[in-house]
């Protein structure tokens, strides 16, 4: 306490005995005990008001230690499994983690990782993933501007993630504890397979496999890919100490609608400790249509060649350029671009009602608006002879299919006669059309749905100038082309309106988030939140069935399916209220990745403790690492002062007393008759 308080509290004790002196002493009659027990009482009573007033404060200063964190991290993932190194890596942790001498000098602190990082003192090594980079981000995190040293007992190999050999601070030194047999056994593996996930009937497609071999001698190694008892490619491969590593490039057929299964394989005479990473098993879903699309026009114009190059982006896609007259069969298209119709287009039209085919129409100068107007019904143009330059404008409520804004608002004008455009019946905007900045409330890029054909209409000639645009915004066509690309799957589909949608894979590995979202619209077409939906999956095999609700999600319900083991699996989800349903199947690939390795990764292990000034440790030198630590100057302990302060008396108390002294003293006069 302060000087002035002491004396604040001496001055109070001054005031409080006499003020009581002078009430019960000072003109007594009697000066009797009550007279004493009464002074008293007013003495306390005066005493700690006067002391509440004042909130004297004791001000104490303790010393403590902190200790420099040093974070023990325990690599929890099924690799360490596969690598038989369970018990060493538990043995280490206990024998880091239980000396006194590092209990001494730092403050000790456990964690585990897989896919995930948490703070923990006991591990199952099930983990389905492994994420080093999560371990430094979460470091970083939790340590933040401090100091300390980072024991990780892994095996490096890695799974998912950024490259964790420069996500760790530089400043923090990181010891890797490699547990696993580092002896270089001889192995073969398929390192890595891409295909596309999705093929055409009756063409071929394209199968790159990476395939990878470690030892110290010449061997040969036959590549297979099966699809059930068949064998549909095979060829030798030779590998040497000096050639660890081909690429194999296979064409396969797509001859059966579905999905279809297949499994690469690579195998050698010789002996391997791991086999399991000699398979890969992977499926790709055959689709029994190919889209082939004309464009039919009269003039010749750079949109043309700029729409055959987008379509074509996507190789399941063939465009042909044909004049109106030229056109001999239309069942040989999927979808027909009509650019600038005229009165030359009439025996086109008249053959498109009879086929049912969907089309494209674009507009432009040369268009004859009239005759459009007598061969559809879905936009009524009334236009003038003059040009006019229309600005894009993006409608985020647009729900036909997904699409993106790629910045439209600031793409270059189409070009366009000038006038009105009103739409009839169930016509879905999703550009409007604008005059500099004066909205027309007329579409620029509409689509219609009648009867289940489809439509879509673009009001306006020089969108080569948006693909141009597009490529000067993003130095790639990409993103232009698939905004197309979606635009025609949408024509190439006569599915009418669903009012529930389920997005969803055929196939998944084990291992990979299982996912399956839903949207249900109502009859306006629109998204319905309060929506129930449900999901019941039952494996073909075993019969066995489970139920799931949907979770909401921002603009989609949602449910993982994490947990599901390797098999075929039928789904039916259902919305409870309108009692809406949809039936498919996925399948669950027998793939562990955590099982593909023989050895450790020493090679990122040494280049992670050298970006951070550590070293690699091995099980039998884990005392010598316990020595480095203990002997390090930098990881000293740092003594704080603690300053604390606190109220002499709590002022809760001090109203008690005070309540207890006033009604004490008040019924000691009473039954006296003082009062």
């Known amino acids: 306490m302060t000087t002035n308080t002491i004396l604040l509290l001496l001055l109070s004790l001054l005031i409080a005995s006499g003020l009581s002196y002078v009430n019960y ?65 538990l043995d280490l942790y206990q024998k880091l983690s239980k000396n006194k001498d590092l209990q001494d000098k730092f403050d000790i602190q456990s964690y585990q990782f897989d896919s995930e990082f948490q703070s923990s003192e006991s591990f199952n090594f099930k983990g389905t993933q492994t994420d080093l980079d999560e371990v430094a981000k979460n470091l970083k995190s939790i340590y933040k501007s401090t100091t300390f040293p980072t024991i990780l007992i892994t095996d490096g190999n890695q799974t998912t993630g950024n490259d964790y050999v420069y996500s760790f601070d530089t400043n923090n030194n990181v010891y890797p504890l490699i547990v696993g047999d580092t002896t270089k056994l001889l192995d073969l593996k398929v390192n890595q397979l891409n295909v596309n996930k999705y093929a055409f009937q009756k063409n071929k497609f394209p199968v790159e496999t990476f395939v990878q071999y470690s030892g110290n001698k010449n061997i040969n190694a036959d590549f297979s890919i099966c699809q059930g008892n068949s064998v549909l490619s095979k060829q030798n491969i030779l590998f040497s100490p000096s050639k660890k590593s081909a690429i194999i490039t296979v064409l396969l057929p797509a001859d059966k609608v579905g999905v279809q299964v297949f499994v690469a394989k690579i195998s050698s005479k010789e002996n391997e400790k791991n086999t399991y990473n000699n398979t890969k098993n ?14 039919i026009s009269a003039i010749n114009h750079p949109d043309i060649g700029v729409l055959k190059r987008a379509i074509e982006t996507n190789a399941q896609r063939k465009v042909t350029i044909v004049k109106p007259k ?50 559809q019904s879905n936009l ?10 229309y600005l894009a404008e993006f409608n985020s409520q647009f729900n036909l299919f997904a699409a993106d804004n790629l910045g439209f608002e600031n793409y270059p004008p189409l070009q366009n006669p000038f006038g009105t455009v009103t739409t009839s019946g169930n016509v879905s905007t999703l550009l409007s059309s604008k005059i500099r900045n004066i909205a027309t409330n007329s579409p620029l890029l509409a689509f219609a749905e009648n009867q289940g054909k489809r439509s879509a209409f673009l009001l306006g000639e020089n969108f080569w100038k948006w693909r141009s645009q597009s490529h000067i915004d993003n130095q790639s066509f990409e993103k ?78 949602k449910v993982n399916l994490d947990g599901f083991l390797a098999g075929q699996y039928n789904f039916n989800v259902k919305e409870l209220n309108s009692k809406s349903s949809y039936t498919s199947h996925f399948e669950i690939l027998d793939f562990d990745i955590e099982k593909q390795f023989v050895n450790p990764d020493v090679e990122k292990l040494n280049q992670l403790a050298l970006q951070t000034n550590g070293s690699v440790y091995y099980p039998n030198q884990v005392d010598a690492l316990i020595k480095i630590l203990l002997k390090n100057d930098k990881y000293k302990a740092v003594q704080k002062g603690i300053i604390s302060k606190t109220p002499l008396i709590d002022w809760i108390w001090l109203l008690i007393l005070i309540a207890i002294s006033l009604t004490s003293e008040w019924f000691v006069r009473k039954y006296n008759g003082m009062l």
């Open 326 to 375: 030229e056109i001999n069969s239309l069942q040989d298209y999927t979808i027909l671009i009509l650019y600038q119709p005229t009165p030359e287009f009439k025996s086109v039209f008249e053959n498109i009602k009879l086929a049912g085919i969907n089309t494209f129409v674009i507009t432009g100068n040369n268009t004859d608006f009239n005759f459009l107007n007598q061969q």
């Open 480 to 557: 232009f082309d698939v905004f197309i690309d979606k635009v025609i799957q949408f024509l190439a589909s006569n599915n009418s309106k669903k009012s529930l949608v389920v997005n969803h894979e055929n196939f998944y590995n084990s291992g990979e988030p299982i996912e399956i979202s839903a949207q249900y619209f109502n009859k306006n077409y629109e998204f319905d939140e309060k929506a129930r939906l449900s999901i019941s999956v039952s494996n073909i095999k075993t019969k066995q069935t489970k139920n799931f609700d949907l979770l909401k999600e921002n603009n989609s319900f």
């Open 282 to 295: 992977f499926a790709v879903e055959v689709i029994d249509q190919k889209t082939n699309v004309a464009i």
């Open 25 to 89: 002493y000072y003109k007594a009659k009697t000066k009797s005990k009550v007279n004493l027990f009464l002074a008293f009482l007013r003495f306390i009573s005066i005493f700690a008001l006067l002391l509440l007033l004042i909130n004297p404060i004791i001000t104490r200063k303790t010393l403590e230690i902190v200790k420099t964190p040093l974070a023990i991290v325990v690599d929890n993932s099924s690799s360490i499994l596969a690598l038989n190194a369970k018990k060493t890596a």
């Open 380 to 389: 009524i143009f009334n236009m003038s002879s003059q040009k006019e330059d």
